[in-house]
C-alpha cells in the first residue's frame, strides 16, 4: 500500500491552491518570455506596424484584465460564502463528521485554486503593461498573457457552474450517504487479504511506543514498516486498530522476532485530530450512524433519513459478509509476513451498524421496520456462523418494541419487516 502522504493532502485545503498558484507563477513566466519572443521578432524583421497593432489590442484588452482583477475577489469571496454556508447546514443536520467530504471535495479545492491563480494570473499580467508606446522601442506586449488570462476566466465560470452544482448535491442526505457508503467500499477493496487471528507469531520481545501528541490513529505507513521489518528480520504487529485514541507512552508496535528496530519507528504510526477513511474499515458504518441518530433526536425528527442511513448499512454489511476477517497481513516481496494489523471482526461491525440506532428505533416504527428487514435479508446472506449476532440485535429490537408499544394493533405494526419503513 501506498503511502499515505497523499490521503493527507487531500485531508487538507490549503495545498492545492498553493500548487494552482505555483504553477500559474511558471505560466506567466513562460507567456511573458513568448511575448518577449514575438516582438523581439517582429521589430527585428522591422514590422513597426504589427508591433503597433499588437499594443493597440493589448491596451483594449487591459482594460478587460484590470476589472477581472477586481471582480475576482468578489467571485472568490460568493464562493467562500457558499461554501461556509453549506458546510454549516451539513455539520448541524447531518452530523460533523462529514465536513470532511466538503474538504476532500475535488471539485471545490479545483474552484478555489483557479480563482485565486486567475486573480494572481490578473495581477502579473497588468505589472507586464510597457508604458512605452513607440513600437521600435516597446520591450514587451502581454498579447499571450491577456489571451491566457481571458482562457483562464472562461475556466473559472464553467468551475463556478459545477462547484454550485456539486454543493447542492452534497446537501442533499441521500447524496452525503451514497458518497460514504462509495468511500466505504473503496477502502475495502483496497484491503489487503485477511488471514486468521493476531497472536500466531509467538509472544513480543520488544515494544515501539507513541511519542507524539495524543490523537486518534488515522492510518499507518504499511511500505515503510515492511521495508524495516525485512531488514530486522522480525514480525511487527499494530496494537491499536485505526481509530483507536492513543496518548504518549502508548503501544503501537509489537516486535515478534530477534531483531532490534529503532524507536523512531513509531512515526510511521499517524496520529491525527479525526479519523480518516483511508485505512479504517469502520468509518463508514460510525458516520451512517452518526447521521442517522441526528436524524432521530427529537430536535431533528426525521425518520426517513435514518432509513436512507439503514438502506447503507445493510448494504455494506451484505457485502462484507461473505468475506473473510480477521488481521490484515502485509507481505514483503519475498512473500514473508512483515507486518500483521488488526481490524473490525463482523460482530464488531454489525455491531456498530445496529446498536445505537436499535436504541431509538421504538419511537418510530418506520425505522424498526427498515431495520427488521435489513436484518432478515441480511440473516439470509450471511453464512451460519456469522448469523449470532444479526440474530441477537433483531431479538433485542423485537423486545424493545413490545415493551415501548402497549397497543397490540401498532405493536404488531411496527414488527413487520418492510424495507422502504413505512411505503
Known amino acids: 500500500m501506498l503511502s499515505p502522504l497523499r490521503e493527507h493532502l487531500r485531508d487538507t485545503f490549503w495545498f492545492a491552491p498553493v500548487v494552482a498558484m505555483a504553477g500559474v507563477l511558471l505560466l506567466w513566466a513562460a507567456a511573458s518570455e513568448l511575448d518577449a519572443a514575438i516582438v523581439a521578432t517582429l521589430q527585428k524583421e522591422s514590422a513597426y506596424d504589427e508591433v503597433g497593432e499588437l499594443i493597440g489590442i493589448v491596451e483594449d484588452a487591459k482594460t478587460i484584465v484590470t476589472t477581472i482583477s477586481s471582480a475576482m475577489m468578489t467571485f472568490i469571496g460568493v464562493v467562500f460564502s457558499i461554501s461556509l454556508v453549506a458546510v454549516q447546514m451539513a455539520s448541524g443536520q447531518f452530523s460533523p463528521r462529514v465536513v470532511r467530504i466538503f474538504i476532500r471535495s475535488r471539485i ?49 465560470l464553467l468551475l463556478f457552474v459545477a462547484y454550485v452544482n456539486t454543493t447542492l448535491r452534497l446537501m442533499r442526505v441521500g447524496h452525503v450517504v451514497d458518497l460514504i457508503a462509495t468511500e466505504s467500499f473503496r477502502v475495502l477493496a483496497k484491503q489487503p487479504r485477511y488471514e486468521g487471528e493476531v497472536g500466531q507469531f509467538g509472544a513480543a520481545t520488544a515494544f515501539v511506543v507513541h511519542r507524539g501528541r495524543a490523537g486518534v490513529v488515522r492510518d499507518v505507513n504499511v511500505a515503510v514498516l515492511v521495508r524495516a521489518a525485512a531488514r530486522t528480520g522480525v514480525v511487527l504487529r499494530l496494537l491499536p486498530r485505526i481509530g483507536d485514541f492513543v496518548v504518549p507512552g502508548t503501544r503501537v508496535l509489537a516486535v515478534h522476532g530477534e531483531g532490534r528496530v529503532p524507536a523512531r519507528l513509531g512515526s510511521a504510526v499517524s496520529v491525527g485530530i479525526e479519523r480518516t477513511f483511508h485505512q479504517d474499515v469502520g468509518f463508514g458504518l460510525r458516520q451512517l450512524a452518526d447521521i442517522g441518530l441526528r436524524a432521530l433526536s427529537p430536535a431533528v425528527n426525521d425518520p426517513t433519513t435514518a432509513v436512507q442511513c439503514l438502506d447503507r448499512i445493510t448494504q455494506l454489511l451484505a457485502v462484507v459478509a461473505g468475506r473473510p476477517l480477521g488481521a490484515v497481513h502485509h507481505r ?21 451498524g445496529f446498536t445505537e440506532l436499535r436504541g431509538c428505533a421504538a419511537a418510530s416504527p418506520q425505522v424498526s421496520r427498515r431495520m427488521l428487514a435489513g436484518l432478515d435479508d441480511l440473516l439470509t446472506l450471511a453464512p451460519e456462523e456469522r448469523r449470532e449476532p444479526l440474530a441477537r440485535h433483531r431479538a433485542l429490537l423485537v423486545r424493545l418494541v413490545e415493551r415501548a408499544v402497549p397497543e397490540p394493533a401498532d405493536r404488531d405494526f411496527a414488527l413487520e419487516a418492510d424495507r422502504q419503513g413505512i411505503g
Open 108 to 156: 471545490t479545492k479545483a474552484t478555489f485554486s483557479v480563482f485565486l491563480a486567475t486573480f494572481l494570473l490578473s495581477l502579473l499580467v497588468l505589472t507586464s503593461y510597457d508604458s512605452q508606446a513607440d513600437p521600435r522601442y516597446v520591450s514587451t506586449v502581454p498579447l499571450v498573457q491577456s489571451l491566457l488570462t481571458l482562457a483562464m476566466v472562461g475556466l473559472s
Open 332 to 352: 514483503d516481496r519475498k512473500g514473508k509476513v512483515r507486518l500483521v494489523q488488526d481490524v473490525p471482526g463482523w460482530t464488531d461491525l454489525v455491531d456498530l
